[in-house]
């Protein structure tokens, strides 16, 4: 059983559309995270969720809202997609928040905004 | 930016060697870990090493964490070509008050056969 999924794998989509992107964990962790990974394979953090309660929200546009409607489960809703925000998008989950726990990483998103 | 750098950035290897690779810090940290992420996929965790240890081995991997200077090493030793992959760093903050991981910049390495 994969531990971390999401879907989908691979989005293709015009500027100007709306995605959303789903994550599941099955790990019975409370925390799960959404990060971004751009060419230059800088990865950084968007939004962190424990028990679905938002508790980092980085400098990110408003376009991008996360959702968590329970704690095996984040979503991240993209509004008026524009070229700079095609990368890849990565789901993680920890057993706590705090940075002090393993990360556990889904298999990606690629997001391309022609 | 608190954010890691890996050196090198890129690393190319023969089969059978080891490869070293080196991450530095800015901040004081509760732990530093190390993931792997293969071509096309996500990061998988290799090892977590706390503040107050100074070196740490788990199977042909060894880590070694010095906070005077602020700076990790990964040893992959014997390398196969399955270890082809990119390596990056990550760093949680003391106290875990910022709750998040800062990951580095990441070395590349690819192990010919």
């Known amino acids: 059983d994969t531990a971390v999924s999401q879907t989908p794998k691979y989005l293709v989509t015009q500027m100007g559309n709306d995605k959303s992107i789903k994550c599941e964990q099955n790990l019975g962790h409370d925390t799960m995270y959404w990060y971004k990974q751009d060419s230059k394979k800088f990865l950084k953090i968007m939004f962190s969720y424990n028990n679905k309660e938002l508790i980092i929200n980085e400098t990110v546009p408003n376009r991008f809202s996360p959702k968590s409607p329970d704690k095996a489960h984040l979503n991240l809703h993209i509004n008026s997609l524009e070229l700079g925000d095609s990368a890849v998008y990565f789901c993680?989950?920890?057993?706590?928040?705090?940075?002090?726990?393993?990360?556990?990483f889904g298999p990606g998103t690629r997001l391309t905004v022609l | 930016s608190q954010q890691g750098e890996e050196d090198p950035q890129a690393l190319s290897i023969q089969e059978g060697e080891n490869a070293t690779m080196n991450c530095s810090y800015k901040t004081s940290i509760n732990n530093l870990q190390w993931y792997r992420q293969n071509s096309g996929r996500g990061l998988v965790h290799l090892i977590l090493?706390?503040?107050?240890?100074r070196e740490k081995h788990s199977g042909r991997l060894r880590v070694t964490l010095d906070t005077s200077k602020k700076s990790s090493s990964l040893l992959i030793t014997a390398s196969r070509a399955a270890d082809t992959a990119s390596y990056f760093c990550?760093?949680?903050?003391?106290?875990?008050?910022?709750?998040?991981?800062?990951f580095g910049t990441g070395t590349l390495l690819a192990v010919q056969p």
């Open positions: 990550a760093t949680a903050d003391y106290g875990g008050a910022t709750n998040k991981l800062i």
């Open positions: 090493i706390r503040s107050n240890e």
């Open positions: 993680a989950s920890s057993l706590r928040r705090g940075g002090t726990d393993t990360q556990y």
